[in-house]
């Protein structure tokens, strides 16, 4: 039984590392169309790979120029806000996404934030979730480490200090859980999405007898909170919400 079980392993290895290789030749294949500026040509390959399961920050990063490139408003901000959930703090990806939400009709003022959200969200961005579940990892094992030292220690100067490490180890390993439960939460919770409609009525109630609020056009962000059968309740950066009928918002949180 050993045998085909060994055969078996080897087949799903080498299936694996031959659609590594292969979706790295289309990666090359694709930089190269978009050096030579077949923009086209290179959307094409970059999705190939994306259909084939490979999601990264660069993958989505360079397919999102490739749009910019085509002038297509809501895919290149699609793409650049799908890199920015992957590597938040890439310097020339928050330059990027810049320029692509310039192309949008709808110029959206960000609501002013207070020290407090600030500081909380320079925390969260500290490490993505699974960063912070490393963390998590690390910060065990150091516990485990300095209390098994206070435990075998017999200098009270030294067992002293390990304790007090310990204690501190501690402290930092709850608030890390805290975070990243928080964080995951509110991931969990909280729905973003690109608007594709070249233009749509945003509505003050769910039905086309309230009054129109204001209308928002393809490329726009959106935080989608309820539904309501045809009808979804939005809000936009600057804090306004209604709701619009027939709308197409790419769910940010999708692969695709």
Known sequence: MRQPLRFFLALVLSCFFSSAQNNDATFENANAAYNAAQFEKAVMLYKEILEAGDHSAALYYNLANSYYRLNQVGESIFYFEKARQLDPKDEDLNINIVFAQNMAIDAVEVLPKSQITLLSEKIFTLFSSEGWAYFIVVCSWILAILWGLYVWNKVPIIKRSFFISAILAGVILIFSVSVAFVKS??????????????????WAEPNTR????????????????????????????NGSEGWVKDGEIRDLKGFK
Request: no cysteine; aromatic share 10%.
């Open 210 to 237: 309230a009054e129109v609020l204001f209308l928002l056009h393809e490329g726009t962000k959106v935080q989608m909170l309820d539904k309501l059968q045809e009808w979804q309740k939005i809000r936009i950066a």
């Open 185 to 202: 939460s509110n991931e969990d919770n909280t729905f973003y999405g690109i608007l594709f409609n070249e233009k749509l009525a945003v």
